[in-house]
């Protein structure tokens, strides 16, 4: 069963923008293999030196990742997902699907998945399709380098709320992370991942977090994995039917269905005019995905404008000046000057193709 003929697809976010979502809504399908939660399994690989097509013993490998691996036998309280799997009937169910003594870790992924599956009592013989929730562009480049032809989901939303979200709800998750540094990272990273997403040369499809829940995109996701549709792709769900109400920082419990308030624009009566021009440059390659980027500054005004803080930047400087030391608050201007820099280097790059 270990040599099961399969195509490979990938998940990878730009955000706050549904990833998680997405993969709990393909969980149970009919040709699908999922496992419950991201498990980041080529950071794991990468902590022990495992390389692409080193061969190691199956009981070592599997030894490992069961001690490390504890939110795929348990679940995980950032992402509300709880369960419990019995940990002997899981090796004894690997251990009978891969006889080898000898494993790589893209055989040890598969078996991972497929062990999942028969653990649940899924058909095996129609699942075909194995979903692999890298989250992160590095983790998914090394799902890449280990399989050929992968086909790619790539989840989005609009980058100013993506920007509200991931700044605000974190917060209010991790008040560590009310820093310049965590403010210019996630900016960043709204930036450049759709920028990585964008030049990525394998099959792909771009599901925007706002029509998730459109027919017409639950078709296109069923049609992109060649797999009939079928209603339960409306319903987010882990560990055979367990409904999924959204992770520790989603304000809204949905219980398993697509909460509305996604579509909602906090972003408009939480950013100033200064943000909002600011960002609608920055965010510019969203057009691309019909997203309304028209209220910016011209190019003289970013040049004037752009060092001053956006409005989640200034409380976090109000926040540090009251309630930290004088290295965090030096740290955090440091940080700023880089965000300044990062900016301005933007501008620049844009004006010099301009003229």
């Given at each position: 069963m270990q040599q099961k003929k399969l195509n490979f697809f990938s998940i990878i976010t730009t955000g706050r923008t549904g990833s998680d979502y997405l993969e709990a809504c393909i969980n149970g399908l009919s040709t699908v293999l999922t496992i419950p939660d991201k498990i980041y399994f080529y950071k794991f690989c990468n902590k022990f030196k495992i390389n692409k097509n080193q061969k190691i013993k199956k009981k070592k490998f599997l030894k490992k990742f069961v001690k490390n691996n504890k939110n795929f036998f348990n679940g995980s309280k950032l992402e509300n997902k709880f369960y419990s799997i019995n940990k002997n009937k899981f090796i004894n169910l690997f251990n009978k699907n891969y006889k080898e003594t000898f494993i790589t870790r893209d055989q040890f992924l598969i078996n991972l998945y497929l062990s999942y599956s028969l653990y649940l009592k899924e058909n095996i013989k129609k699942k075909i399709n194995l979903i692999y929730h890298a989250h992160h562009f590095d983790e998914n480049q090394y799902f890449l380098d280990d399989f050929k032809h992968v086909k790619i989901f790539i989840t989005i939303r609009d980058p100013r709320q993506n920007l509200y979200s991931g700044i605000y709800n974190w917060?209010?998750?991790?008040?560590?992370?009310?820093?310049?540094?965590?403010?210019?990272?996630?900016?960043?990273?709204?930036?450049?991942?759709?920028?990585?997403?964008?030049?990525?040369?394998?099959?792909?499809?771009?599901?925007?977090?706002?029509?998730?829940?459109?027919?017409?995109?639950?078709?296109?996701?069923?049609?992109?994995?060649?797999?009939?549709?079928?209603?339960?792709?409306?319903?987010?769900?882990?560990?055979?039917?367990?409904?999924?109400?959204?992770?520790?920082?989603?304000?809204?419990?949905?219980?398993?269905?697509?909460?509305?308030?996604?579509?909602?624009?906090?972003?408009?009566?939480?950013?100033?005019?200064?943000?909002?021009?600011?960002?609608?440059?920055?965010?510019?390659?969203?057009?691309?995905?019909?997203?309304?980027?028209?209220?910016?500054?011209?190019?003289?005004?970013?040049?004037?404008?752009?060092?001053?803080?956006?409005?989640?930047?200034?409380?976090?400087?109000?926040?540090?000046?009251?309630?930290?030391?004088?290295?965090?608050?030096?740290?955090?201007?440091?940080?700023?000057?880089?965000?300044?820099?990062?900016i301005y280097k933007k501008i620049l790059k844009f004006f010099l193709f301009k003229i």
């Open positions: 917060r209010k998750y991790q008040k560590n992370r009310n820093t310049q540094q965590f403010n210019f990272n996630y900016l960043k990273r709204v930036i450049e991942d759709l920028n990585r997403a964008l030049k990525l040369p394998n099959k792909k499809i771009f599901i925007k977090l706002e029509e998730a829940n459109d027919i017409k995109i639950k078709k296109k996701i069923s049609n992109f994995l060649k797999n009939k549709f079928e209603k339960k792709i409306f319903y987010a769900t882990y560990f055979t039917e367990k409904k999924w109400t959204g992770d520790k920082l989603s304000t809204f419990k949905s219980k398993g269905l697509f909460n509305v308030n996604i579509k909602k624009k906090i972003w408009q009566n939480s950013f100033s005019l200064h943000d909002i021009k600011l960002l609608n440059f920055l965010f510019k390659n969203y057009k691309k995905f019909n997203y309304d980027m028209s209220n910016k500054y011209t190019i003289a005004q970013l040049f004037l404008f752009s060092w001053r803080p956006f409005s989640f930047e200034v409380s976090t400087f109000v926040y540090s000046l009251k309630n930290e030391s004088i290295l965090k608050i030096f740290k955090n201007f440091f940080w700023y000057i880089i965000r300044t820099m990062y």
